[in-house]
């Protein structure tokens, strides 16, 4: 199995494609992952990783058997994440549902979505009925119906599935929080053979030169451009960072509560990277459908083929797509370098 991914991947550029996987993942998926030569390396959200024992154990095993794939762990700081009672809730069209202090779940019948304290009272603060609220990259979407004392009353905007521990975004909350990551830090600072931090939501360079003052002179520092801020400072930000990532999936939910393009937001951050050689990673709404199904569909093939086209060089970062499902991991690496293969022999 080894060797036919390795066939499928012979035309893709070798260390191009970082792979996003969990500490739970048994040795023979990982070994699948890494001896294809499209792999560059593994990236853990440690905001995802509970157990630090067994993230340092996985580690070690990665970096004794495969000491030249690089090791990336993201910073996710004060990223804000949803909190449900179970893996999976179903929302129909227009059905009522509550927000509610994740402290707080109560015995109420409607659907309940625990968020952290300090979204729940900028929501309260910032927010009025009508306002969208979105969850996963915007692929879950809410329209606030009424802000309450102790809950937020919403609709869903049509049929959709949400999973816990996923994203939550709602206009200005990432340009308003000052991120927090002792707790990354610290979590850090347990951790061996780590080559690369990769810092959520950058927003300013002060980030960036905070964060090089915590870790070792060699760890290659990531600045991600997930806000209006990180772009509206990214001069300042890719003179200090090691390399950039552009999250699409976060950025294009900040971009959207202010109708701004995310295409051209792409093209600038790409051309800022070029003018100071600055490596350059895109991540996220890469193949997105292969989470539930079988192939990618036309659209992700038309974004990755103008990726291809318009940024020789580029880096894609894999995030659910090998990380939601560990029996769909290497399949689906190998349908996205099949697709990209496709791709190449067309341009």
Known sequence: MINMINNTSARVQANSIWVTVKSSFSDEVMSLLLTNICVKGIRFNLSKESDMFMLNKKINYIHTLYPNKRIMIDFGGSKQRIKLKKDIIKLKDNELCVLVNSDNFNSQPLTQIGISD??????QQNSVEGDD??????????????????????????????????????????????????????KYNALEHITDVAISFTNNSKMILNINQLVEPNINVIAKIE??????????????????????GDLLVELFYYGLNILKAEEYI??????????????TRIADSLETADEMTFEETIVLYNNLLRYPGT?????????????RSVKNLTKVVDRINMIKNCL
């Open 133 to 186: 609220i979105l969850i996963s990259d915007g692929w879950q979407q809410l329209r606030i119906k009424e802000v309450k004392k102790n809950n937020i009353l919403c609709n869903s905007k049509f049929d959709c599935e949400i999973y816990n521990q996923r994203g939550i975004s709602v206009k200005g909350i990432y340009d308003f929080i000052d991120h927090d990551f002792s707790k990354d830090i610290e």
């Open 227 to 248: 806000s209006c801020n990180g772009l509206k400072n990214l001069v300042d930000i890719v003179e200090v960072s090691d390399e950039i990532m552009i999250a699409r």
């Open 315 to 327: 880096t894609f970062l894999l995030a659910n797509e090998t990380s939601f499902d560990e029996s």
């Open 270 to 283: 790409y051309r800022c990277c070029a003018l100071y050689n600055k490596p350059y990673i895109i991540a």
């Open 118 to 123: 300090l979204l729940f009272k900028y929501i």
